[in-house]
């Protein structure tokens, strides 16, 4: 199980570890269950990670926009678990999604009343 909070700003957050080639790093995200990929990070940690581009997505914003995103691919391990998963690289917090809450086959438990959150198999 992974055990995570809601911060001060009323943000699920939890943390991660994702490598790639010469970097891992471990990382807290923002877990959000209105963005359907995977894994998005700044393009100041794809640099970190020394993530390359390998193609651009289509990708659907909350105002029903669709923009071309810079993608890569990097592997993420939770749990002793390790997977390769898509990144989205843009600019903000790092950010979660149900793609990969879906992928590592998680179930997701937020208490907002005591401020913590659980992934659990």
Not at 36 to 41: C, D, I
């Amino acid at each position: 199980m992974i055990k995570g909070v809601i911060d001060s700003s009323n943000r699920p957050l939890i943390e991660i570890t994702i490598g790639w080639r010469y970097g891992v790093q471990s990382i807290v995200a923002l877990v959000d269950t209105g963005f359907s990929g995977e894994l998005k990070l700044s393009p100041k940690e794809a640099l970190d990670l020394n993530l390359m581009t390998t193609h651009t997505e289509k990708v659907q914003l909350a105002n029903n926009k669709f923009v071309d995103m810079q993608a890569s691919l990097a592997m993420v391990s939770m749990e002793k678990t390790t997977k390769l998963v898509n990144v989205l690289i843009s600019e903000g917090l790092p950010i979660i999604g149900v793609g990969l809450l879906k992928r590592f086959e998680y179930i997701l438990r937020i208490n907002f009343k005591n401020n913590h959150l659980e992934l659990k198999k």
